[in-house]
């Protein structure tokens, strides 16, 4: 007689979406968004679709969860490495951070220029995100550098345009180098 299937923990609802997210994260990285399929995120979540479906509501709510997810773990992460100095050890931080894990940056500027397009499942998402993020750094600038609206635009402008730079010449451009350089520059010494 054949010994019974291991049962399947059940785990709780907050637990379950972390997982999948996790999953999520993986998959995208590794396939895109658009090789991400609800039944291949299922199944290696050993679940069902509807089961994925149950807790994230949609192929969309999984790549705004991935994301939301991304962005809290890399502030946190920032923020401890800079042990809540100034905003410019945030940003060092944060760089340092992309420079570890260049399959996530090279997913979410693929996903941001993507999201361009008001269709775009992630549209919302990284327009609000920008909005914030230009604002948080513009609060903590203020003070600090003449025009903090626009310093902050420029921040988010060279940190992206340099990742882009990064992520196509990964062993010949140094990201941390030039970032010191220009963020000197923008913030000041």
Known sequence: MPSPA???RRLEASDRRA????TATGLIAERGYR??????LADACGMTVAGVLHHMGSKDGVLVAVLEHRDVVDAASALEESQ???????????MLRNLRQPE?????SVLGAE??????????YFAERYKR?????????????PDPAATAAHVLVIMDGLQLQWLRDLDGFDLLHHWGLLADAVLGG
């Open 19 to 22: 997982a999948i997210v996790e």
């Open 84 to 94: 809540g100095q100034d905003v410019r050890a945030f940003l060092d931080a944060i």
């Open 104 to 108: 996530i940056v090279r997913l979410y």
């Open 133 to 145: 993020s230009r604002t948080e750094i513009q609060d903590h600038l203020a003070g600090h550098v």
């Open 35 to 40: 090789g991400l399929t609800v039944q291949s």
């Open 6 to 8: 291991p049962r399947r």
């Open 115 to 124: 999201a361009l397009d008001e269709n775009h499942p992630a549209y919302e």
